[in-house]
Structure formats: C-alpha cells, structure tokens
C-alpha cells in the first residue's frame, strides 16, 4: 500500500497562533415592524390619557367663586370683610347668571335677603345702588316728547319741570335741579317704536323725591336737559303766562 502524505493545514493569515479557528455564526438583530410601532405609540396615548383623568379628578375644583365670610342680615352693605372666594364645581347655567366670581363686584352692594357663612352670595340676594350713598335713585315713565325725544343717555344731568293747574290758573315750577340720569330707555318688554320712556334719575335729598313724586302724580312733567349748561333752573322758581290782555 503505497505511503500517502498529508499536507499540513495551512495557516490563516491574521490569526494570532497561525491555527484555524472556526467562524462562528450569529442571528442578526432585526428592527420592529411598523405594527409594533403603531401598537406601542397607541399604549403610551391610553396610559397619557389615563394619567391625565386621574391627575384632573385628584386636583379638585379650580374656578372659585364668592361666598359669606360670616352671617350677613338683610340690608348689610358689603365690604370686603364680609366676602372671600372658595373654588367649586357649579352648573353652568348657576355659574353664569346666579352668583358671582370676583368679591370686587359686590363692594358696596346692599343684601336684600340673609346669606349665611358660607353660602353663595346669589345674584338674588343683593341689590346694587348705582349712584353716591346719599343719593336717592327714582324711576318713571314719561311720554318721550316730553323727555328729549329717547336721546337722553346714563350720565347726563337734567332739570325736571312740572305744569300744574288748568286754564288760566297754569302755573310751571322747577321741581329738581341737575338730577343725575342713571338709566334712559324703553322699559323691559316694550316695543322698540314705543313712545313712552322709562327714566332713572338720582336725586340729593329726599325733599327733591317728595317734590318729584308729586309732580309725576300730580302735575306734567317735563325734562330738561342740563348736562354742560351754564345755568340751571332754580328749584321753587315758578312761571306763570301773563293774563290775556
């Protein structure tokens, strides 16, 4: 049997001991798929979500509104010693007509009803003087001929005039002087071609609201406008027409 020779393994270039190793073999990583992607965004929105639920019930009522500081009877003027704000949740239609959200709204306000500590002050429960605390506030209906035509506007001042008598015993006299106009308009309800008005003046004493609710019952009213006059009727003065002849 003839001698067979066997080469040598020939060694392999860049191996330290010049002795073959074997390759070894690994699966390579792959990335996610656009579904794993899509489903691991989708779990990171619910788990936001949720998040947000929890920390929005756990945080409790932010808007704040008014409320008594202690027992206020009826006829109470308020200040701010007597109000201060506590947040709650309150339906819509109470929140937006029947209390209130800043204590600065009610300063200087009058209680027409008794509110307890702690209770919503309510729209209902107050009223608001809109002239000076001395003044008295009158309103009445005047025929608007006799009260500028409607273009009387809150803030003007007016003498009020008022005819009386009949025939030849008629006799005009200036009843109130630089009145305040607080409000001038077609009274709630009214038709928009109405010719009545409805006027709310403030006045400085009460002898000028005796003197102006008679003239109203008793006599015909007239306004006149005085707001940037240089003169102004003088309360008591009277006129009366010449006798014929």
């Known amino acids: 049997?003839?001698?067979?020779?066997?080469?040598?393994?020939?060694?392999?270039?860049?191996?330290?001991d010049g002795v073959a190793r074997g390759r070894r073999l690994s699966r390579r990583s792959t990335l996610p798929t656009g579904r794993a992607v899509v489903g691991g965004f989708l779990v990171a929105v619910a788990a936001l979500g949720i998040f947000a639920a929890w920390s929005s019930a756990s945080a409790g009522p932010t808007t704040t509104y008014v409320v008594a500081r202690r027992d206020l009877p009826i006829g109470s003027r308020l200040t701010a010693d007597d109000l201060t704000s506590l947040p709650m949740d309150l339906p819509e239609v109470v929140a937006a007509r029947a209390v209130f959200r800043t204590e600065a709204?009610?300063?200087?306000?009058?209680?027409?009803?008794?509110?307890?500590?702690?209770?919503?002050?309510?729209?209902?429960?107050?009223?608001?003087?809109?002239?000076?605390?001395?003044?008295?506030?009158?309103?009445?209906?005047?025929?608007?001929?006799?009260?500028?035509?409607?273009?009387?506007?809150?803030?003007?001042?007016?003498?009020?005039?008022?005819?009386?008598?009949?025939?030849?015993?008629?006799?005009?006299?200036?009843?109130?002087?630089?009145?305040?106009?607080?409000?001038?308009?077609?009274?709630?309800?009214?038709l928009a071609d109405s010719d009545r008005d409805v006027i709310s003046v403030a006045v400085t004493s009460a002898q000028d609201a005796l003197a102006l609710t008679h003239a109203l019952n008793a006599g015909k009213v007239t306004l006149v406008r005085a707001t940037g006059a240089a003169v102004s009727a003088d309360v008591g003065k009277t006129y009366q027409a010449p006798a014929a002849g």
Not at 1 to 16: E, F, Q
Not at 123 to 143: C, G, H, N, Q, T
Not at 146 to 167: H, I, M, N, P, Q
Request: charged share 25%.
């Open 1 to 16: 049997m003839p001698d067979v020779a066997v080469a040598p393994d020939r060694p392999i270039l860049g191996s330290a």
């Open 105 to 190: 709204l009610l300063l200087g306000a009058t209680t027409v009803g008794p509110v307890r500590r702690g209770e919503l002050v309510q729209a209902s429960d107050v009223v608001r003087k809109r002239s000076a605390p001395p003044e008295l506030e009158v309103s009445f209906e005047l025929d608007s001929a006799r009260a500028l035509a409607g273009t009387l506007r809150a803030g003007e001042r007016v003498d009020v005039l008022a005819t009386f008598g009949a025939g030849g015993d008629t006799y005009t006299v200036a009843v109130v002087r630089q009145a305040l106009v607080l409000d001038a308009g077609h009274g709630s309800g009214r």
